[in-house]
């Protein structure tokens, strides 16, 4: 995923752009599991970069009688070298994701849903960030599921056999 976003100094004073990518190595993972991240930041603007920050958070909506309230959970967060005015930067970055996780879930009511935040933290401005959703399980699939990491079936058994 790329992004480029301009860099305004107090909210409105342009000083150039930031170009941020990030590759993830996979798109789902068991809890415990290591993501590893490779990030490039072009960085066009005449500020430095302070610090990079990789955040793992999980993200709970619920909704109820016309009401909505959400709640992101910061589960892990690791920060990284910057980068100065006008350079570029290529780093690879590890994020343990680890922690109690919920299902995944996408219904009316509530939904339960996971990502990767990359922050480019520049003073005296708004951050670049980019956001990853992934997916995440707390343990490896049981007899019939499907495996996210592999996307094909675990299930050693017979399917059921009718007689209409």
């Known amino acids: 995923?790329?992004?480029t976003e301009t860099?305004?100094?107090?909210?409105?004073?342009s000083r150039g752009e930031v170009d941020l990518t990030v590759e993830a190595d996979k798109g789902a993972?068991?809890?415990?599991?290591t993501a590893n991240l490779h990030v490039e930041v072009d960085n066009r603007s005449s500020s430095n970069i302070d610090k990079m920050k990789c955040k793992f958070f999980r993200i709970l909506t619920l909704r109820a009688d016309g009401h909505t309230k959400?709640?992101?959970?910061?589960?892990r967060e690791m920060k990284y070298d910057g980068c100065d005015e006008g350079n570029q930067l290529d780093q690879h970055q590890q994020?343990?994701?680890?922690?109690h996780f919920l299902p995944v879930t996408h219904a009316h009511h509530i939904q339960c849903e996971y990502r990767i935040e990359i922050e480019?933290?520049?003073?005296?401005?708004?951050?670049?960030?980019?956001y990853i959703p992934i997916g995440c399980t707390s343990h490896h699939a049981k007899f019939g599921a499907i495996n996210p990491l592999q996307g094909s079936s675990t299930?050693?058994?017979?399917p059921l056999s009718r007689s209409w």
């Open 1 to 3: 995923m790329t992004k």
């Open 7 to 13: 860099v305004k100094f107090c909210c409105c004073i």
């Open 29 to 33: 993972y068991f809890c415990g599991e």
């Open 70 to 75: 959400k709640f992101k959970h910061l589960m």
């Open 95 to 99: 994020l343990e994701l680890s922690g």
């Open 120 to 130: 480019c933290a520049i003073p005296w401005c708004p951050d670049v960030e980019l």
């Open 155 to 158: 299930t050693h058994l017979r």
